[in-house]
């Protein structure tokens, strides 16, 4: 089974994607179709031929390439874009028909003439449409609006209107290209992030450089940036110091200072020094790369709301279908009302179900969620903020109380370690006695990459202790206890008081140290040879500085928040104090923290997990919405939330949690002007009082203005941080 990409042009509402999948799904040999909205790729698994694929998309009235294209939205103006296609194009020329033919017949040409022009107008505009309708009947069985619209230009035509039926066409067609346009424009919000990594790079070979495509790097090769250009793919800087602009991917205000040994990610704005950049990814690998792809891959998944008006708008065309025949028939044959127009202007009720049937196009409805959450997705990615999908992001407008891992999240999760004391400590805090605690700790702990075991580790270095053991073999975990390994022989243990307490007696001065430095607001670790407990080892860790304005500005938007941690009860409430957070849980196991995420979201409403996507995963994946931070250097990150702050920081949290309010207000705005403009419209079209023309122009009007103020989510709070 093969797999094929086709680049669609044409899409301006989801109904066209609903359109073409369940068009080309009825394809022999197709077993899978997937088409995104937000890059127009179409995705065909199965063995069915690529002309096949093609032959349907265009007879759905769609435009199709074999080769796709980058997501990037054209830059072209509204001239450009009506003339780039085929049916616009016919459109415009039967428009101008239209027009000769209005002036000719002020100016007393013979009606047969203006006739005739009206004809080729209705012909060359209503063609595509008449024909994408009727082929969507026939290989879909659903009505769509151009089905709709070219019944009711024909009933027009029935009635004796005929240039009534090529204006409906002709402002129909201009219509539909104005909504593909204006999806278009929020798109391309997406293709400018995929356009900051730079085309070219300067490839070194030796001493010297050369242009090279920067899709043609492979990794372990080594490239030139110079001050002022953007980093062509992810790396280490290998030679050279600069500051680096990473607001593309993180979304840091700050310059961030980069020497040797330093990551560093495509797309982002070397400073004053030049660099030497070690490839580490292609370019379809790179952080950027992976950014784009997955808010693409996001439309896919869909927010409640949008889910909601799908199903509504497939219910509402053949409803309001119905309902025009009825308006049609049945006041001519209960009441004897006109069906046909009156000598003296009274539109009778055929006309008006005509009219009627123009209005109910529901493409203002179905268009304003995509593009609304296409452009709060983009405006977060260019945030550094990264948001899997619709459903996650309305998901976070509903969450009432966001609950913190401290290690790593409140907290840089880089400890270091303040004390090593032996029970039978020389009297010294450096003596040979208390070194043997850190050098046995750090055996045990030297295959583990928890903050608390690499300082440990480093701490052992620093002394020159890293050695003297022999790196523990069988090394386990205890899920939020510690580590067992076998040292000398023999099974050692690191781990918390909790642990030493149910199972390894220890003296009581030893509790009364780790007590002391646990009220200090410290995490003590106790170390056992396997024959007696050796003594303990205390590590501190610093409060990240964002931490208090991040939960200040959480609190404004009336949210609760808390700590969940395994760390000791004294260093969770000092952490929380610092941060100002309302709720501790703390001394947790991993599932005792999903019991308490619960509890949480029993008391609060629906609950949103803060980590660092490491050590957090289970409760990550239990919270209403799970975020996690350090997404741009961290893979797992990047895998396990649901929302990634791509900076190691929170400090974007507070912005991406309003985006996500205002997104919801957007939403719920664009439903309710799209369902009330259009009850006014049907009203003002059963009085009669409604040209078809001016159907077109209203529908057209609402739909230009749910994508306008859904496009605002693009621009939300472009300059604001916390």
């Known amino acids: 089974m093969s797999k094929q990409t ?7 509402c989801a109904d066209c994607v609903t359109t073409v999948e369940n068009g080309v799904r009825q394809l022999p040999g197709v077993r899978e179709v997937r088409l995104n909205f ?38 072209m103006g509204l001239a450009a874009f009506l003339l780039s296609s085929r049916v616009t194009r016919l459109a415009l020329v039967g428009g101008g028909l239209l027009l000769a033919g209005w002036l000719l017949g002020l100016a007393g040409a013979p009606r047969a003439l203006t006739a005739a022009l009206q004809i080729a ?18 290989v879909n069985r659903d009505f769509n609006i151009n089905l709709l619209t070219t019944l009711a230009a024909l009933g027009a035509v029935w009635i004796g209107e005929l240039g009534e039926a090529a204006t409906l066409i002709f402002l129909f067609a201009i219509s539909e290209a104005l909504e593909e346009y204006n999806a278009d424009r929020a798109r391309r919000v997406l293709g400018e992030l995929g356009q900051l990594a730079p085309d070219t790079a300067l490839r070194l070979r030796g001493t010297e450089t050369e242009k090279v495509p920067a899709a043609a790097l492979q990794p372990g090769e080594r490239v030139l940036v110079q001050p002022g250009e953007r980093i062509p793919a992810d790396g280490v800087v290998a030679l050279g110091e600069s500051e680096v602009n990473q607001a593309p991917i993180t979304g ?78 049945l006041p001519p044959l209960l ?16 006309y008006r179900a005509l009219t009627l049937l123009v209005i109910s196009c529901p493409c203002a409805l179905v268009i304003s969620t995509p593009v609304t959450v296409l452009s709060a997705l ?24 966001f609950a913190f891992d401290k290690t790593g999240t409140l907290t840089y999760g880089r400890p270091q370690v303040t004390q090593s004391r032996a029970v039978d400590c020389e009297g010294s805090a450096d003596c040979a006695r208390c070194g043997e605690v850190l050098a046995l700790a750090c055996a045990l702990e030297r295959s583990s990459a928890h903050p608390l075991a ?42 918390s008081h909790r642990l030493f307490d149910a199972h390894y007696p220890h003296p009581p001065a030893l509790c009364d140290w780790v007590l002391s430095a646990e009220a200090a607001g410290e995490t003590a670790m106790l170390v056992s040879d396997g024959q007696a407990v050796r003594g303990v080892i205390t590590a501190s860790d610093q409060i990240r500085p964002e931490a208090a304005d991040v939960a200040a500005a959480l609190h404004a938007l009336g949210l609760h928040t808390a700590v969940l941690t395994g760390d000791n009860p004294a260093a969770a409430q000092r952490s929380a104090q610092a941060a100002g957070i309302e709720t501790v849980r703390a001394g947790l196991l991993p599932e005792e923290k999903l019991g308490a995420l619960r509890e949480l979201q029993a008391a609060f409403g629906p609950a949103a997990m803060v980590g660092d996507g490491i050590n957090d995963t289970p409760a990550l994946a239990a919270a209403s919405v799970g975020v996690a931070m350090g997404g741009a250097g961290s893979a797992q990150a990047l895998e396990t939330a649901d929302i990634v702050l791509m900076a190691d920081s929170l400090e974007q949290l507070p912005f991406v949690t309003r985006l996500a309010h205002f997104t919801l207000r957007l939403i719920r705005q664009n439903i309710a002007f799209s369902l009330l ?17 001016l159907a077109v122009v209203g529908d057209m009007g609402i739909s230009l203005a749910v994508t306008a103020n859904g496009m605002r989510a693009a621009r939300f709070e472009s300059q604001k941080s916390v």
């Open 6 to 12: 086709f680049q669609i042009t044409g899409l301006h």
């Open 38 to 75: 937000s890059d127009q790729i179409l995705s065909v698994e199965g063995d069915a031929e690529a002309q096949a694929v093609a032959a349907r998309v265009t007879a759905l009235g769609y435009g199709v390439q074999t080769a796709p294209v980058p997501a990037a939205a054209g830059r």
């Open 121 to 138: 107008a209705l012909g060359l505009a209503g063609w595509p449409v008449a024909r994408s309708g009727v082929v969507n009947l026939v």
């Open 252 to 329: 840091e205000s700050r310059l961030v200072e980069k020497g040797v040994g330093d990551e560093v990610f495509a797309g982002t704005l070397n400073g004053s020094g030049a660099l030497h950049v070690q490839v580490s990814r292609t370019a379809g690998e790179t952080t950027l790369s992976r950014i784009v792809k997955t808010v693409s891959e996001a439309q896919a998944l869909r927010a409640p709301s949008q889910r909601m008006v799908d199903r509504f708008a497939r219910v509402y065309t053949p409803a309001v279908t119905v309902l025009a025949l009825l308006v049609a028939s």
């Open 335 to 350: 009441w004897g009302a006109p069906f046909f127009d009156l000598a003296d202007g009274t539109r009778g009720w055929l």
């Open 378 to 401: 983009s405006a977060a990615a260019r945030r550094g903020v990264l948001v899997k999908g619709g459903a996650f992001l309305e998901a976070l407008a509903r969450v009432r109380l």
């Open 454 to 495: 690499q300082a440990v580790v480093a701490a052992a270095e620093t002394r020159g202790l890293a050695q003297a053991y022999a790196a523990a073999e069988g090394v386990t975990a205890m899920a939020g206890l510690g580590l067992r390994g076998q040292v000398n022989g023999a099974t050692a243990v690191i781990g």
């Open 677 to 693: 403009t259009k009850l006014a419209l049907m009203g003002v079209a059963l009085l009669g009082w409604a040209p078809m023309w």
